[in-house]
Every structure is written in structure tokens, then in C-alpha cells.
């Protein structure tokens, strides 16, 4: 259950960031401008999500092989749920949520970079799958005898220069603005906040 409100809870804020137009982050943006520059119906937001998230978990098969736990397997589950739910929230609950004043879209990207880093924390302190890039990243780290946040920041500004590239080629609206700036900012600090009170509250519901 944990897992699910914690997906449910990082894909409301995806939706809530796309709906302020002011930048996403490396990964969402990338996720964004793909389902923009591929004309058709099929390849959603939701979708490309779905594709990518997928392929790290092939990832981490391919980099443990034996020592991969069958129980990771449940990430698809929760890759193909989240990837509908982001698309429901986009195409269908908050398809007419429009924001012309700039200084609220602008507290909307805030507050949903808030609301995506709670979720996160959520399914971090669940321990029981992996978050997909985020399991990538780590056992690319322990492969390679690096630091996880030194993976993880290459593999952002990878995705910032695919972005740039899809964006120049197709002639595509950037996502990666001033929002973004905003996100690597105060998403590192939004986690380290949320990081106690949800393990209390864990603790609390002996989740």
C-alpha cells in the first residue's frame, strides 16, 4: 500500500510540474519532450515513461544476472501503474488545469517538485522494490566503484543534453527552463526534509 500511494504521490507532482510549462527535471523533461516529437496518439507522456523506466530495470538484470531478486520483478507493476496513472492525471483529470500568471506557475512547479520528492521518500522508506533509475544508478556505481550521486548526476545531464538535441531537431517547446534550475536546487533538500517525518509516520502505521 505504501508503494502505491508513494508511486500515486510521485506521478501527482509529475503532472502538477508539466501543467506549470515553467521546466521539468532531466528525467521528466526527457520523458516529456520524447511523447512531444514522436507524432502519435500512443506515445504519451505516460507511455515513454513506461519504456524508460523499463529499460533500467533490464538494466539492473543485466548488471546483477544471478544475484537480481525475482521480488524486483514487481517494479514492472509498479512501472506500468504509474505510467497510466501520469497519464491519467496529464490527459484526463487535469486536462483543462491551465496557469497564465507566471508567478503562479512558477509556485505550482514549487509545489509539485515538493510533492514528487515526498513520494519518493515514501517508496524509499517502503524498502521493498527499487526505484528504477535510481536502482540503476546504484548498482552502476558498486560496479564501477563510484559514488551514486556522481551516476546519477551523469545520467541527468545525459538527459539534458538528449533533451537539448530532440528540441533543436524537432523545433520543440524546451522543457528544461528555469523550473529546472528550481528542481536541482531544492529536490536534494525536499527529500533530507521529508526524509524523518516519513519514517516516523512509517513507523507509526508499522508499514
Known amino acids: 500500500m505504501a508503494l502505491l500511494i508513494g508511486f500515486s504521490v510521485i506521478y501527482l507532482g509529475a503532472c ?11 528525467y ?35 548488471l546483477e544476472r544471478k544475484n537480481f531478486r525475482p521480488l524486483e520483478l514487481m517494479q514492472f507493476f509498479f512501472i506500468f501503474f504509474g505510467g497510466h496513472l501520469l497519464d491519467f492525471f496529464v490527459y484526463t ?26 513520494g519518493v521518500m515514501i517508496v524509499m522508506e517502503s ?15 558498486h560496479k564501477f566503484g563510484k559514488k551514486m550521486g556522481s551516476i546519477r548526476q551523469r545520467g541527468d545531464a545525459l538527459f539534458f543534453v538528449l533533451v537539448l538535441l530532440l528540441s533543436f531537431i524537432f523545433s520543440d517547446d524546451l522543457t528544461i527552463r528555469e523550473g529546472s534550475v528550481v528542481c536541482l536546487l531544492i529536490f536534494g533538500p525536499l527529500l533530507d526534509l521529508f526524509k524523518k517525518p516519513v519514517q516516523r509516520l512509517m513507523r507509526f502505521l508499522k508499514v
Not at 483529470?93 to 515526498?118: G, K, M, N, Q
Request: glycine share 6%.
Open 93 to 118: 483529470l487535469f486536462a483543462d488545469l491551465v496557469v497564465s500568471y507566471y508567478p503562479w506557475r512558477l509556485l505550482l512547479a514549487v509545489v509539485a517538485f515538493a510533492i514528487s520528492a515526498l
Open 127 to 141: 524498502r521493498f522494490v527499487r526505484v528504477p533509475l535510481e536502482g540503476f544508478c546504484t548498482l552502476l556505481a
Open 28 to 62: 521528466d523533461a526527457l520523458c516529456l519532450t520524447i511523447s512531444n516529437v514522436i507524432p502519435s496518439k500512443f506515445f504519451t507522456v505516460g507511455t515513454v515513461a513506461i519504456i524508460l523506466n523499463s529499460s533500467f530495470v533490464f538494466g539492473q538484470i543485466l
Open 16 to 26: 502538477f510540474a508539466i501543467k506549470a510549462h515553467v521546466g521539468l527535471g532531466a
